[in-house]
DNA sequence: ATCTTTTGATAAATCGCTTTATCAGATGGT
DNA sequence: ACCATCTGATAAAGCGATTTATCAAAAGAT
């Protein structure tokens, strides 16, 4: 029982004070005056000084009770909320949204998906909206558990992805970066400094983000009128790709890799100078995106930069627009995509003259 | 209007479903069995059944405004709460308190101190406590308000501090780190180096966590029977440093330093460079705790480490002692001081034989 | 048999705010 | 003068829980 209820005014206070029932100072502080009801001029300015003078501000759950809005706005993440392994990565987004849900003077309800039991805690835990309690949800992170997401849809709950998503309705909103373009504009590099044949080392991964890097890699190929051949691409995992691979691609003519992330970057790296291999002499290197990895960048490669923290003020002001919107029956989602910066590095050289 | 509130099972579905009434069903489902009321065995277990077939869980904000506990936890800084600068800072003790919080069931509401505007924003804002929708709070940060924090202690609010926190009543709860053991531990060491005359290179800070460092000094130097000296003490900012300062210090026979901070080390060791002095060669140097600069730890010099996640969950676990003492009228502060862990660097050498 | 105590459970008030429906009085048209 | 409209504001019903006071039935005591 915190807070001893004490001396906290309450709306009835007010009303009180300005003479007035409770229903008017209510109309009249959400705004809502002409809507629900009409208040005159005077009246609504007795109204404001009372509350000016006791320092009046609502009960957010009273408020979230009854249906009004709690200047909360939840952040769930698919992993825990502050994950030290990838601390580099989340931090931005966060930084992002906190600065933007400050702006707008909402709180910030920290919602994560993991507990310690390996549980799972989800949105809908034991089938209800954890959520609820906020005005509306950035989500954040790889989710793995998609029905999740739709039931959220489906209820209406207002919410925003940080970064690109698909559903079956495309309806989801997103606050997204445009891996696609940056993609292209990594390949033109690769290809200005005359590179032709060009190995793409992916990941297994089915996500948005990384289709659409590879989108990217083959939408410039197909610009240059030179497709992206199928041998050309190598998917699997960090310590599943081996140097023989390296070598084979070198042997058909390859001068140029393109790694999906960072972890495969560093592993190119790391069997090229097993082979003895030097990075921009021998072969040039391209990594789409920045790590993601523990470390700070070790290497200055050729890449692109998240525009993170941009992305998560973005999709704040998203849903605000959203919760503002008042055509409750809007079906077309809130999008954003925001371009990446193109990060010139020393691991891209011209192809050696054929 | 967030959440159509559809199909979310309440209280009363439950309870007409177990054939009971909702005073039953919220005895039951919050352990309140003999106290406020007496349920039978099979009658609890009758609800358990429907609460688990229905997966109902509480509304957060009709429990809150009912009076009941929330589930969750509000996090005070008196910066913004993702601060950039002070990322290496912060970042544990958020993960700490993340961690314990989830352990326990409770999510984490972010509140921060300053606005964008400069204008502050704190915990009672327009006199009324932001925090009241959380069952508790951890606050963070270098407190500019006391006042609040006394308010907040008045009003019974409960919350507990990461890091020791000093009131007029000595009343406030608190877990921190022991820099005083810390800081003899340091003192200690460079006395096993024999190093006699150790210049103390402080902060102006009056902050608690400055003067324990201080009183840890003074303390080792006391049990080795030869008190710190008033002028072997220097206090200001980096920049106000001077190689004079230093110069002077090595005259007067001090053969070793101890800065209270990472900023003030660095001064130190940057001072030095141009003095064409080495570190452990020709003097040596310990600094009190690990970095809160920008930079990761660029020296590896001799300091300790203030278990900051460890902090972190300590506070949130003081808090759940707090918030689960059914004795309103305790008077005792929770209170927790954990070690600090010394941390050997390449910075301290033998004194030069006199 | 009658009175007291224990057991098991509920009715109803509350928490602070939003919103719908309703209403009295002023204004205006004819 | 009379009916219609507009203005300004309120009463009252929720929202989904918790908790206090109360009560009927069963068990125990004498």
Request: overall charge neutral; proline content about 5%.
């Amino acid at each position: 029982m915190p807070v001893p209820k004490k001396s906290q005014p309450k709306l009835a206070d007010v009303a009180r004070l300005a003479s007035v029932s409770e229903a008017t100072v209510s109309v009249v502080l959400n705004g809502r005056v002409g809507k629900h009801a009409r208040v005159s001029e005077a009246t609504q300015e007795r109204i404001w000084n009372v509350v000016r003078e006791l320092g009046y501000v609502a009960d957010p759950a009273a408020k979230t009770l009854a249906g009004g809005s709690s200047m909360i706005l939840a952040v769930f993440t698919f992993e825990t909320i502050f994950p030290i392994e990838h601390r580099n990565f989340y931090y931005p987004f966060l930084v992002g949204i906190e600065q933007e849900a400050r702006t707008q003077g909402y709180d910030l309800l920290l919602l994560t998906s993991i507990n310690q039991a390996q549980m799972g805690r989800h949105i809908y835990q034991n089938g209800r909206n954890r959520l609820q309690l906020a005005d509306g949800a950035i989500l954040l992170g790889a989710e793995n558990n998609k029905q999740e997401v739709l039931t959220l849809l489906e209820d209406r709950y207002p919410f925003v992805f940080v970064g690109r998503r698909e559903s079956p309705n495309d309806n989801i909103s997103y606050a997204g970066a445009d891996y696609v373009q940056a993609a292209v504009e990594i390949v033109n590099h690769l290809f200005d400094h005359h590179h032709q044949k060009i190995a793409y080392i992916a990941t297994m991964n089915i996500k948005e983000s990384s289709r659409d890097r590879e989108a990217g890699v083959r939408l410039a190929h197909q610009q240059k009128g030179n497709p992206l051949a199928a041998n050309l691409i190598w998917r699997g995992t960090a310590d599943q790709l081996m140097l023989e691979k390296l070598t084979a691609f070198m042997q058909m003519g390859v001068t140029a890799f393109i790694a999906e992330d960072d972890l495969l970057g560093n592993r190119i790296l790391q069997l090229a100078e097993g082979a003895g291999w030097q990075c921009p002499r021998d072969f040039s290197l391209a990594v789409l995106g920045d790590p993601l990895s523990l470390s700070e960048p070790a290497h200055t490669w050729t890449t692109f930069k998240i525009p993170r923290q941009a992305m998560g003020r973005e999709a704040v002001r998203l849903l605000m627009q959203m919760l503002s919107e008042n055509d409750r029956e809007r079906e077309a989602p809130y999008r954003s995509m925001l371009p990446c910066t193109f990060v010139p590095g020393i691991s891209v050289a011209n192809a050696p003259n054929p």
